[in-house]
Antibody, heavy 117, light 107 residues
Framework: QVQLKETGPGLVQPTQTLSITCTVS????????MQWVRQTPGKGLEWMGF???????EYNSEFKSRLSISRDTSKNQVFLKMNSLKTEDTGVYYC???????????WGQGASVTVSS | DIQMTQSPASLSASLGETVTIECLAS??????LAWYQQKPGKSPQLLIY???SLNDGVPSRFSGSGSGTQYSLKINSLQSEDVSIYFC?????????FGAGTKLELK
């Protein structure tokens, strides 16, 4: 059974770094691309970036300067790190599996993040 | 960036009705269009990919069509469990942009 679960801090202060872990089961990270998408009140759903099955990454240029996606295949985990957080980064952050046709066929339940002092 | 314009923003329909949601891309996306359904408090779920291919397990009352820049999602015989927000997304070119969503409610 394919499962994805995000864990994150909940509350982050402005200018600080956000770290979220996506733990997956039921499939191998070396066989699928994994993507991060966020949903914010201001901009709705936004594609943030992905990590390919081989480990290389691609980012939305909107976030490129402050976003990093990585993984630990031995732990079945994918990581999102984003620095210099602003209040506008408040939202729900999702990890999702990408199929061979480039769409997201499995999603985590989302990690709610509030950026506030 | 490719802009995805979804319409209507909200829609109210009765049980058993047929509804259609439209998505307009700012340039040709060659059918690289997916539809997602997001139920209240849940994550989005894939309904349709490549404009008209039904994802596994999705009821056949859902269908997608379109080409070029114009796409649509049709729901036949509306059921109560279809109350959701529906999003389109183009996966043709980075950044892979989403529509703003259509909120479907029961009349």
């Amino acid at each position: 059974q394919v499962q994805l679960k995000e864990t994150g801090p909940g509350l982050v202060q402005p200018t600080q770094t956000l770290s979220i872990t996506c733990t997956v089961s039921g499939f191998s990270l070396t066989s699928y691309y994994m993507q991060w998408v966020r949903q914010t009140p201001g901009k709705g759903l936004e594609w943030m970036g992905f990590i390919r099955s081989g480990g290389s990454t691609e980012y939305n240029s909107e976030f490129k300067s402050r976003l990093s996606i990585s993984r630990d295949t031995s732990k079945n985990q994918v990581f999102l790190k984003m620095n210099s957080l602003k209040t506008e980064d408040t939202g729900v952050y999702y990890c999702a599996r990408i199929t061979t046709v480039g769409v997201m066929d499995a999603w985590g339940q989302g990690a709610s993040v509030t950026v506030s002092s | 960036d490719i802009q995805m314009t979804q319409s209507p923003a909200s829609l109210s329909a009765s049980l058993g009705e047929t509804v259609t949601i439209e998505c307009l891309a700012s340039e040709d996306i060659y059918s690289n269009l997916a539809w997602y359904q997001q139920k209240p408090g849940k994550s989005p779920q894939l309904l349709i990919y490549y404009a008209n291919s039904l994802n596994d397990g999705v009821p056949s009352r859902f269908s997608g069509s379109g080409s070029g820049t114009q796409y649509s999602l049709k729901i036949n015989s509306l059921q109560s469990e279809d109350v959701s927000i529906y999003f389109c997304q183009q996966n043709y070119d980075s950044p892979y942009t989403f529509g703003a969503g259509t909120k479907l409610e029961l009349k």
